[in-house]
């Protein structure tokens, strides 16, 4: 029996597409888990019995603090936290700020005042805290690079970073994910459904250079670095090491669905702007987060998303099981398998 099945593990955003698969790969590797989700969660993913559930009370730092003292005085310590919790999109940028920054410094609070003896506290983070990539040599984002963000997201990722790293009472790791796919994910299958109809419009007229990372890829790496003792106080890019233009994503879509012919077409930049902005002010009347909005715009507009992922292969000897074609053939049969497509 594997000395984990002693460990405790915190996983937080459990219920999102991500953390699913972060409790899946813990659970396998014999963890005590511990899925952090909201009561309005849907838990479907989290139905094995071996999940304990845990509502944190994240926007009160005296109830949070409370919950995690009583919590390690019936439970004990968690010897592990992923803190994978985070807004993506919202009708109100400064609720970016609120959850991903502020509420990242509860959490930290809370276990520090709870006396919670961490042994590794890792940050899901993201690409975007660093910024615009360089557009002209399209050379990669390194760790070196300043971190200028251009979006509200991007910020309050920053802001979270920075907290961790200020810290000195537990070793930190922060994973910043490029693109992240798999089953179950529902930004890039918009892409995906648009193809399967026979239509497929990206966004500028120079191509975007993307990266991927299946999500199944992430959790391994997640895991790895948690049980990996000398790997501490590191941050790292996380991707397959493949780059992709945004055309030859869309035609391997296509390839995979088997859809013979599909219109295609370069969308101009000041049409998305305006379908961004306009989508955003429907989303305010409708009371309802849009996946189109201004600071998704930023995002569409960036042509360099290539991130040096050398670190991550030095520290971690990172060699993902899945390329992009492997992760859509298997995330493809998965839609068609719940009739997504």
């Known amino acids: 029996m594997s000395e984990n099945i002693r460990k405790k593990i915190l996983i937080t955003g459990a219920s999102g597409f991500i953390g699913g698969f972060l409790v899946q790969e813990a659970l396998s590797r014999g963890y005590e888990v511990w899925a952090g989700v909201r009561k309005s969660s849907k838990t479907d993913n989290l139905s094995d019995t071996h999940i304990h559930l845990i509502d944190l009370k994240y926007n009160s730092p005296e109830a949070l603090t409370k919950q995690i003292i009583e919590f390690t005085k019936e439970h004990g310590n968690w010897d592990y936290v992923i803190h994978n919790a985070g807004l993506t999109k919202t009708i109100n940028k400064k609720n970016f700020e609120i959850v991903n920054s502020l509420y990242t410094q509860h959490l930290i609070e809370a276990l520090k005042a709870a006396d919670c003896k961490l042994q590794k506290f890792i940050l899901m983070s993201s690409l975007s805290s660093f910024g615009k990539g360089d557009e002209s040599t399209f050379t990669p984002i390194r760790l070196t690079d300043p971190q200028i963000p251009d979006t509200a997201y991007g910020k309050s990722k920053l802001n979270a970073e920075n907290y961790v790293r200020s810290q000195n009472w537990f070793p930190y790791i922060i994973l910043r994910p490029t693109g992240v796919y798999g089953p179950g994910?529902?930004?890039?299958?918009?892409?995906?459904?648009?193809?399967?109809?026979?239509?497929?419009?990206?966004?500028?007229?120079?191509?975007?250079?993307?990266?991927?990372?299946?999500?199944?890829?992430?959790?391994?790496?997640?895991?790895?670095?948690?049980?990996?003792?000398?790997?501490?106080?590191k941050e790292y890019f996380v991707a397959d090491g493949d780059i992709y233009t945004d055309e030859e994503f869309a035609r391997l879509i296509q390839k995979i669905i088997g859809k013979k012919f599909v219109l295609r077409g370069r969308i101009p930049l000041w049409l998305v702007h305006i379908a961004c902005i306009c989508s955003e002010q429907i989303g305010k009347f409708l009371n309802k987060s849009m996946t189109l909005n201004s600071d998704k715009f930023i995002i569409l507009k960036q042509r360099n998303w290539i991130c040096d992922i050398s670190p991550l292969q030095d520290d971690l000897n990172f060699k993902p099981s899945y390329n992009l074609e492997k992760g859509l053939e298997e995330s493809i049969q998965w839609y068609r398998e719940k009739g997504w497509l």
């Open 185 to 233: 994910e529902k930004d890039y299958f918009m892409e995906i459904k648009s193809i399967n109809a026979g239509i497929d419009f990206v966004v500028g007229r120079t191509p975007q250079r993307i990266t991927f990372i299946y999500v199944k890829d992430l959790a391994y790496i997640a895991i790895n670095a948690l049980e990996k003792k000398e790997i501490k106080n």
